[in-house]
């Protein structure tokens, strides 16, 4: 049973890069066919994915993001992690890690979130 724990600062300053870490138990980053993502919620709105990175180490962003996101794999085993630089008060959101799976559909297993808010 795969387990996804974000970790970072709750807190950055505008122009400041936010960095996240997802640590995985349960299941190898490596494992065939696994993507894992960042995604998000700002406050009242939906959910938005922001990235991946695969089983293989390829990643994936969206566009609008393309510019000021990374997702490199972290620096302890089994994590991945998220930089999204010049940041603004709108990238303050609950930040989810996941693990994807491609099964006819996207599915998804959660971590708990971690609220960042951005200062002005």
């Known amino acids: 049973q795969v387990q996804l724990q974000e970790s970072g600062p709750g807190l950055v300053k505008s122009s400041q890069t936010l960095s996240l870490t997802c640590t995985v138990s349960?299941?190898?980053?490596?494992?065939?066919?696994?993507?894992w993502s960042w995604i998000r919620q700002p406050p009242g709105k939906g959910l938005e994915w922001m990235g991946a990175?695969?089983?293989?180490?390829?990643?994936y962003y969206r566009p609008s993001l393309t510019s000021r996101t990374s997702i490199p794999r972290g620096t302890s085993r089994n994590q991945f992690t998220l930089q999204l630089s010049s940041v603004t008060p709108e990238d303050t959101a609950m930040y989810y890690c996941?693990?994807?799976?491609?099964?006819?559909?996207?599915?998804?297993?959660w971590g708990q979130g971690t609220l960042v808010t951005v200062s002005s």
């Open positions: 349960g299941e190898s980053i490596t494992t065939n066919s696994y993507y």
């Open positions: 996941a693990r994807e799976v491609y099964e006819t559909t996207w599915s998804y297993d």
């Open positions: 990175i695969t089983y293989s180490g390829s990643t």
